[in-house]
């Protein structure tokens, strides 16, 4: 089936820096991807709409100038969680459609920790 | 976007069947009924959507009511790998269209 690889699985860095997380359609090209963020024991909530070649569409509430959203190619969107601070630690997730097959596919999750 | 109503927590025995519920009562007419689940430390997974009629796959079976307000997830013979949260979602099959997680089911499943 479609496959979403997420890197790193986890971070952790020091408040204050920057940290990019990507993600790659491996078997299909997706001209939008979504990224998630998650936190314990909270459902995922939609951060942005990532679209190939254009800017991404951010939902209400999300910085943003502090989670940059790239998607240069059809198989790649990364996420830069900028200037991070302890609030930001969380799971984030991305997502794409290969719409030869049925679903959505989410990569494995990427888990940041700001210390 | 159309909300939908699921019960925090279930439990279930080993290789019993589970029946899991979901109420969307303002569903729209193009809205399709979408079923992921999420293991501990993953990213979701695709269960089974469906718009109006029943559905069957591998994994699950989708039974919707007739009205389409409300539809019920079932698993046939639950595992201890099925113990998942699980989510009902309402979206449209359009490209683009994008999936807003609501609270979910923990399914816990008893050996």
């Known amino acids: 089936g479609a496959v979403v690889s997420q890197h790193p699985s986890w971070v952790i860095c020091k408040s204050g820096t920057s940290v990019k997380i990507e993600c790659r359609s491996l078997d299909f090209q997706a001209t939008t991807m979504f990224w998630y963020r998650q936190f314990p024991k909270q459902s995922l909530m939609l951060m942005a709409t990532?679209?190939?070649?254009?800017?991404?569409?951010?939902e209400q509430g999300v910085e943003k100038d502090k989670f940059l959203i790239n998607h240069a190619s059809l198989t790649l969107s990364t996420l830069t969680v900028t200037s991070a601070h302890p609030e930001d630690s969380s799971f984030y997730i991305c997502?794409?459609?290969?719409?030869?097959?049925?679903?959505?596919?989410f990569g494995s999750g990427t888990r940041l920790t700001v210390v | 976007d159309a909300k939908t109503t699921q019960p925090n927590s279930m439990e279930s025995n080993e290789e019993e069947p589970v029946h899991l519920p979901c109420n969307h009562s303002t569903i729209s007419g193009t809205d399709y009924i979408h079923w992921y689940r999420q293991l501990p430390s993953q990213g979701p997974e695709y269960v089974i959507h469906?718009?109006?009629s029943n559905v069957n796959n591998r994994m699950a079976s989708l039974a919707i009511a007739e009205d389409r307000k409300s539809s019920t997830l079932i698993l046939h013979r639950a595992t201890l790998r099925d113990a998942a949260v699980y989510y009902c979602i309402l979206g449209e099959e359009t490209s683009g269209s994008r999936l807003t997680f609501g609270e979910g089911t923990q399914l816990t499943v008893n050996p």
């Open positions: 997502s794409a459609r290969d719409w030869d097959r049925v679903g959505y596919t």
């Open positions: 990532s679209n190939e070649g254009s800017k991404a569409t951010y």
């Open positions: 469906g718009l109006t």
